[in-house]
């Protein structure tokens, strides 16, 4: 997911994702709703969207390879 924003359009190479991305997979792949994680602290918001980080670069890397989707 690197180099996109969560429109899908490009962005600068050091420009930070917005909290939206990070919502939105967490919902998309784990079913969580936003507004339950609105109410979580800044510690488990960053943990939670490092954890996204992490698991959108193996897939992305999966995929390079031609391995596919696992989640």
Sequence with gaps: M?????DGLSRLPDEPLPDEFYYHHLFRLHGIP???VYEWTEG???LAFNS???QLEEEQERLKHGIGRVM
Aim: net charge positive.
């Design 2 to 6: 690197r180099g996109l924003q969560a």
């Design 34 to 36: 936003p507004h339950e």
């Design 44 to 46: 488990q918001k960053r």
């Design 52 to 54: 996204l980080i992490v």
